[in-house]
């Protein structure tokens, strides 16, 4: 077991963050706290803002004004970036390369070595069930598969925080729930796991959902707790309902 | 920069490479092709040139001098008039012809000969070996038909000799070409690939830097390069029999260095295009003026004056000279320390600009 680094009480701060390209609005003025040691499904329809914030929570994206904040420091900053591991929804990895060759590039990248990098690479490749499959160059596995190898990737270094873009499309159910049974054994060790998904019932076994609208938050909170706010019974109705609301509201 | 990354980087392009048996062949072939072509293509040196003779004399010199053109440069034969020789090399029907006069032995022994040349001016190549094959055998038709004096053509060459092949002289400069070739597209290609599929945005978000990544790449490809350099030497020396009269090992590394920069070049417009497909239509931009105005296939005293200038902002310019002057004049670094500097500069200035740009892709 590592040693964990001062925990912050809070893992992601955003504090007004907007961002424009152009004339178009991705993101406006969001504020949001995700508390160490949390699963949080970031959700909502193409074109929300998902992929923009998670851009901009890694520094590949600059922010047009605002502040957000990783693990206490700026997002992006270099001292930052060896915490957090990313999976793009993209399948982002080399398919001309094994399955070992690949996590065994991100785990270098991200700092680890030799026997560490050997014992983490077996630990996550158990994870994803593709320890028997290890040599087996990318380009050869299913999509399901694929996408097992990103998430082993993202993985490897053991970091801090999690930011997962749609990390369990093409996995079947079976593998998913052990997927979120895994995250939930992360956020006990003091990880937080930042998600998104188009599964809304999924999100059901997160530790909080944010809805992300038009580059708005409109809802931030507990699955059971928004549902019991709107009085609806699953995500999906949830979500349609604060949408509609929200149209009212301003029409 | 953390030398780990780097080499983290290395080690995945190779690993890509190793898996892909298809491309290591075709990285070691493109060269060998290459040379292959321009050196058969442009490295030749005339043979077998159809010309007819009309041999009138009435003494046995202008049959000397028939029996001492170099064998194999000049297909003979006989017509009996000079009319007739006009007109072989009027309609095209031969290249060359060769008029011995009737007094041509009696002008010997005077010691003043006349000998009509018709030449087809269309290929000044081929004119250009018919005449240097003619006064060949005149200086060794009259340096054994004494007092020849008069006629003796001194040659002193400073590098080279008269029987230095066409294929020596050509050599340097195709090598350059070949390197400038295949380390451009090939970088533009591996970086492109990388630009694909969320690859470049995931290795940004880890701790990978820009310039750990151009080093990586760079060390990769220059692994290649370095193969490649050697396939070229290979067909040089064994194929096309080259003889340097430089240091090999010297010139080699020159090479190299060309290719590192040439890589830069082409990860920098990779990063600078906007797509895959606008950073592929660079290569002939790129190529055709360097395979023009550089001086490594045609000489530069061969290109317009107001032209040459143009020379000076090609690297593949300080390549082939470089390269030509260690390999064919035996230079070392004192005399070549100019253009390894420029070619040192091209490189920094290459890489340089892709650790700037390459992060924008991602």
Do not use: C
């Not at chain 1, 159910?173 to 998600?195: I, M, N, Q, S, Y």
């Not at chain 1, 992300?212 to 059971?224: D, E």
């Not at chain 2, 020596?168 to 492109?192: C, E, K, N, R, W």
């Not at chain 2, 070619?343 to 390459?358: D, E, F, H, Q, T």
């Amino acid at each position: 077991m590592i040693a964990q680094r001062e925990p912050a009480a809070v893992a992601i701060s955003v504090r007004h963050l907007t961002k424009r390209f152009g004339d178009t609005v991705a993101l406006d003025g969001v504020t949001l706290d995700v508390p160490t040691g949390q699963v949080l499904g970031l959700l909502g329809p193409n074109g929300a803002g998902k992929t923009t914030l998670i851009r901009i929570l890694l520094g590949l994206t600059r922010l047009t004004s605002g502040e957000a904040e990783l693990l206490g420091r700026p997002a992006g900053s270099r001292d930052v970036r060896p915490r957090v591991g990313y999976m793009p929804q993209d399948l982002a990895v080399y398919v001309d390369l094994s399955v070992e060759e690949n996590v065994e590039l991100f785990g270098r990248l991200y700092g680890i070595h030799g026997t560490r990098l050997r014992a983490r690479e077996e630990e996550v490749l158990e994870l994803v069930q593709l320890s028997d499959r290890q040599r087996s160059v990318v380009a050869e596995l299913s999509g399901g598969m694929r996408r097992r190898v990103s998430l082993a990737a993202a993985l490897v270094a053991d970091p801090d925080l999690l930011l997962l873009d749609e990390p369990t499309v093409g996995v079947d159910p079976e593998l998913r729930a052990e997927f979120w049974e895994f995250f939930h054994r992360l956020t006990d060790r003091g990880k937080t796991v930042v998600l998104t998904t188009h599964y809304l019932e999924e999100a059901n076994r997160a530790d909080r959902v944010v809805f992300l609208h038009g580059g708005t938050v409109l809802a931030y909170g507990a699955p059971a707790e928004l549902k019991h706010r709107t009085g609806t019974e699953n995500l999906e109705d949830a979500f349609l309902h604060l949408v509609r609301a929200g149209s009212g509201r301003s029409g | 920069m953390a030398l780990r990354r780097v080499l983290a980087v290395t080690r995945k392009a190779l690993g890509q490479l190793a898996h892909d048996r298809r491309t290591v062949a075709f990285v070691l072939v493109v060269p060998l092709v290459l040379i292959l072509v321009f050196g058969y293509g442009f490295g030749g040196q005339p043979t077998h040139i159809a010309t007819v003779v009309v041999n009138e004399d009435q003494g046995t010199v202008g049959s000397a001098l028939l029996a001492a053109l170099p064998s194999g440069v000049l297909d003979l034969s006989t017509v009996s008039s000079n009319a007739s020789a006009w007109s072989a090399v009027h309609s095209g029907a031969d290249r060359a012809a060769i008029v011995i006069g009737p007094n041509f032995t009696a002008m010997a022994k005077a010691g003043s000969i006349q000998l009509t040349l018709y030449l087809d001016g269309t290929s000044p190549t081929v004119a250009g070996a018919v005449v240097s094959a003619v006064e060949s055998a005149l200086q060794s038709v009259f340096s054994s038909h004494g007092n020849g004096s008069a006629f003796r053509v001194t040659s002193d060459y400073v590098y080279g000799s008269s029987t230095t092949p066409f294929i020596d002289t050509i050599a340097p400069g195709i090598m350059a070409l070949a390197i400038l070739f295949i380390t451009t597209v090939l970088s533009i290609i591996v970086l492109v690939r990388e630009r694909s599929a969320g690859l470049l945005e995931r290795l940004f978000a880890s701790p990978l830097r820009a310039s750990e990544f151009v080093a990586g790449h760079a060390l990769s490809l220059t692994v290649v390069a370095v193969a490649q350099v050697a396939v070229l030497f290979t067909v040089a020396l064994v194929i096309f029999h080259a003889s340097f009269s430089g240091n090999v090992l010297f010139a080699y590394a020159v090479l190299v260095l060309f290719g590192v920069g040439n890589l830069g070049l082409g990860m920098l417009l990779s990063a600078a295009a906007r797509s895959e497909f606008q950073a592929i239509q660079f290569i002939p931009l790129l190529l055709i003026p360097q395979i023009l105005f550089a001086g490594a296939l045609f000489p530069l005293e061969a290109i317009p004056v107001a032209f040459r200038p143009i020379s000076v902002i090609l690297p593949l310019t300080y390549a082939a000279r470089a390269v030509q002057d260690i390999l064919l004049r035996g230079w070392g670094v004192g005399g070549v320390a100019l253009d390894i500097l420029a070619l040192g500069i091209y490189a920094a200035l290459m890489l340089g600009g892709a650790i700037l740009l390459v992060r924008r892709q991602a």
